[in-house]
C-alpha cells in the first residue's frame, strides 16, 4: 500500500523558473513532512519540513505548502538554478509510525539555463 | 555533511552470500534507522534500533537483521543474498529524545548481487 503518492515522476523548469513537486497522503495520523533533495550517488539530504500546525513554511527558495483537509503538501522551488538538477523526496511520518519516514517515489528535476 | 558515515561505499557478494554493513550516526544522535532504495524508487524502512534494541520494523524478511551498540553506531546484516537486494541502503541517525522523526542520511552503501 503507497501511503504517499508523488507527482510528477519528472520536471524540466527554465532557469529562474518555479519549480512544484506534489505529493498527497492517505494516513491521517502523519504529523511530519519532510523534503528530501537526493544528488546522484548521495545519501538523502534533509532540506525542508512541516507540522500540519501551519499551512506554509518558507526557508530562502524553497516552501512548503500543506493542506491537511485535501491531505496534500506541495514543495515550490523559486528562482529555479541548474544545481537545484536532482531528485526530490517527500516523505511523512507519525507518531504511530515510531519514527519511520515513508518515502513518495521521487520527482526528478533537471533546471535547464 | 550530516555526519553520518557509511561503509562500505560499495560491495559486490554473489547470490547466497552473508554481507554486513556499518553506520556510525552523527553525535549526539541515539537512534539509527536502515532503508533500502531500489534503483529509481524512493527509500524503504528496514528496522529501526533504539537503545541497542529493534524499535520498528518493515515489510522486510528476517534474513535482514540488525544490531545497534552502546556507542549508538549500527550495523545491518543481510542473509542468503537474492539477486534482489541490490539497492543503495541507506542509514540515518536521529534523536529519539528530542524531534525523533527529523533523520539524517549517510550516502549509503551501494550493495550488488550477481
Known amino acids: 500500500q503507497q501511503q504517499v503518492k508523488q507527482s510528477p515522476q519528472s520536471l524540466i523548469v527554465q532557469k529562474g523558473g518555479i519549480s512544484i513537486i506534489n505529493c498527497a497522503y492517505e494516513?491521517?495520523?502523519?504529523?511530519?513532512f519532510p523534503w528530501y533533495q537526493q544528488f546522484p550517488g548521495k545519501g538523502p539530504a534533509l532540506l525542508i519540513a512541516?507540522?500540519?500546525?501551519?499551512s506554509e513554511k518558507k526557508e530562502g527558495r524553497f516552501t512548503i505548502s500543506f493542506n491537511k483537509s485535501a491531505k496534500q503538501f506541495s514543495l515550490h522551488i523559486m528562482d529555479s538554478q541548474p544545481g537545484d538538477s536532482a531528485t526530490y523526496f517527500c516523505a511523512a511520518s507519525g507518531n504511530n509510525q515510531g519514527g519511520k519516514l515513508i518515502f513518495g517515489q521521487g520527482t526528478e528535476l533537471s533546471v535547464k539555463p | 555533511e550530516t555526519g553520518v558515515t557509511q561503509s562500505p561505499t560499495h560491495l559486490i557478494k554473489t547470490r547466497g552470500q552473508q554481507v554486513t554493513l556499518r553506520c556510525s550516526s552523527q553525535s549526539g544522535h541515539n537512534t539509527v534507522s536502515w532503508y533500502q532504495q531500489a534503483l529509481g524508487q524512493g527509500p524503504q524502512f528496514i528496522f529501526q534500533y533504539y537503545r541497542e534494541e529493534e524499535n520498528g520494523r518493515g515489510n522486510f524478511p528476517p534474513r535482514f537483521s540488525g544490531l545497534q551498540f552502546p556507542n549508538y553506531s549500527s550495523e545491518l546484516n543481510v542473509n542468503a543474498l537474492e539477486l534482489d537486494d541490490s539497492a543503495l541502503y541507506l542509514c540515518?541517525?536521529?534523536?529519539?529524545?528530542?524531534?525523533?522523526?527529523?533523520?539524517?542520511f549517510g550516502a549509503g552503501t551501494r550493495l550488488s548481487v550477481l
Open positions: 494516513n491521517t495520523a502523519f504529523d511530519y
Open positions: 512541516i507540522r500540519p500546525d501551519v
Open positions: 540515518a541517525s536521529s534523536s529519539r529524545d528530542l524531534a525523533k522523526n527529523i533523520q539524517y
